[in-house]
């Protein structure tokens, strides 16, 4: 009895530690997801209205990064990396953006109409990049992409030391009325 405990024990303890782990990245991942679609939300009725001038869309686009940051506080064993603010491209089915998703490195993937944020510790901060003439008026009106990427530390070191999370959400741009367009 003695002998198959000392088999038992530590393969159940393994797997025991592997659903920490896997719960504690799906719990990452639900952060990262939430923090996008907050930012989206906001992108969507925010971004428009501020216009063309570089002011008036950098303080648009501040107040996005202020809101995914708020949400990203919530994080546990993960640490943000940066996030993108960016156009749909209006051909891609994924709401992904002209040139795709960033992947591992956020300065790679968008490479139009993207404003990219990193990550300094504590907050988001400006770091590239412009959408200068969002299109919320007419028939065809633009969508309005965030995507969100944190570093994920695992606890315990079985399965490596960290992983990317990546959270996405896109959104169509609130209509303008007539008489802003």
Known sequence: MLVEAAFAIPVLLLILMGAMEFGLVFASGAVTTGSSRSGARLAATAYAPAGTTSNAQRTATDSIAAAVTADLKSLSHAAPVGMTIYLVNPSATDGAPTGG??????????????????????????????????????TTVDSVGVYVQVRHTYISGYIGTSRLVNGRTSMRLEPLPADQC
Do not use: E, H, K, Q
Not at 105 to 120: D, F
């Open 101 to 138: 998703f960033p992947g591992d490195n956020l300065s790679g993937g968008c490479t139009a109409n993207c404003i990219r944020y990193v990550w300094n510790g504590t907050t988001m901060v400006y770091s590239s990049g412009s959408w200068p003439s969002p299109d919320a008026c007419g």
